[in-house]
């Protein structure tokens, strides 16, 4: 089973761009394709679906601009992904996008055929939300990789002698062999083979080539990775006789997921903190950008808030005015976190924020809550989706809620059943949300649904103080929310095909952003 990791599936990537199922897994997607030619590319062809969500939004929601990104070896917060296509021509690399019918049938489902002079590769790999990717075909052989860990792949005509190599040679413990009849030894392990293992198996008869393809994950994943527990009923029976608190569940968990220190995993936390800080105070001074719907509206309602002309509710009032300073910075190509996506990246950090400095609390109380969202998340992670493509906003913005609603309890002092009852009173508020951006943009409704996410998430934190009876376990809340999630017609969940994003404003509104767009390339 898969394990998510806090850094990994729910509280990452730190990237730009709109929305992470697009811009941050087309980059990892396009990293791992720069590594399979050893960053010799010539000619790309990119195919989507004429059924998925790709067919429909790659271009006005970044994959073009993440794909061509990670074509040239770039991170995902790299400061050029605005101008990705022309750095791309710049480079020599020619790049076709195609619409035609695929055989994998995920509604984000990349078929990408790379060539240079000298080999040709062809990579499907689909995203499964957050940024997260999984790779599903590497030249026609079927694989499951996350682009977490170090691959070598071993290209040969003679298996047999690639075997017998394998079965004497002194190689790291930690290495993963995936074999197959096709030609393609796959290895997985924690760093790359030595120079000495190389160099062996290049001599190898049959061997053709090997290739080297380096993580685009944070957190790596170990051969026989395990954890202390993978639902909330599983926690709590692992915390039976022990009283940890949830944020200490939290560090323990990844710290066994990640094989790294629970001090690494705060470590990692705060780094986190001080991006989402950041991402507040740049849109509180005002942002700009020509591609988008909605202007800088946080500084305004800044100003209301602090001359007492809104209407009193000084913690909400924050948590709106954070939660829309993160999103328009999102919207104009600042570096923000998905936490647990792009297109919802206010919702969560923007409550978490606001009720710290509205508390006055401290950074370390801060990294806890953080960290107890993230355990919430890798619930969702590991049971239903992030992706809207998938489960609809309720997937974002109802798990960005989720998420915010335990951490906030914590914050306000109450306890490990208390968080678990807010998540659950969050995620059944959240069921059923569709996701229908206007101009075909990830900025609008996702900002009012960003507020009310975080609105949600305050309010179910105080019913929880309260002990109001949440009655369905959060497990089942979550498996329920995949469910109705599949339920959604796909013409709402991310396609740019119903709801609001196709009422007579919203096609003006996308028919003048890409009128600009053309005068602009023009």
Known sequence: MNFPSIFNDVIGPVMRGPSSSHCAASLRIGRICHDLMDGRISDIEIDFDPEGSLATTHKDQGSDMGLFGGFLGWEAYDERLVDSEMHLGAAGIRAIISIKELKEKHPNTYQITLRNPWETHQVIAISTGGGMIEVLEIDGV????AGDCFLTLVYSSDSQKLDAYLREASLPEDLEIHANDQ??????????LNEANLEELKAI???????QVKPVLPVLT??????PFITCDEMFAYNEGKNLSLWQLAARYESMRGNISEEEVLSKMNDIRLILKNAVETGLKGTKFEDRILGPQSVKFKSLMEERKLVDGDVLNRIIMYVSAIMEVKSSMGVIVAAPTAG????????????????GLSDEETNKALLIAGLIGVFIAAHSTFAA???GCQAECGSGATMASAAIVHLAGGNLNQSISAASMALQSSLGMICDPIGNRVEAPCLNRNVMAASNAL?????ALADYDH???????IETMYEVGKSIPNTLRCTNLGGLSITKAAKEIELKLGQKQFYKSC
């Open 142 to 145: 079927k694989v499951s990789l």
């Open 459 to 463: 309010s179910c934190a105080n019913m």
């Open 205 to 211: 008869d049959g061997v053709i080539s090997i290739k």
């Open 389 to 391: 493509e998938v489960g």
């Open 222 to 227: 170990r051969k026989n990775t395990s954890v």
């Open 344 to 359: 919802s990246c206010g919702a969560m950090p923007g409550a978490v924020l606001g009720v710290v400095d509205s508390l």
């Open 471 to 477: 009655l369905i376990p959060l497990d089942q809340v």
């Open 183 to 192: 030609g393609i030894l796959i290895l997985k392990s924690q760093t790359f």
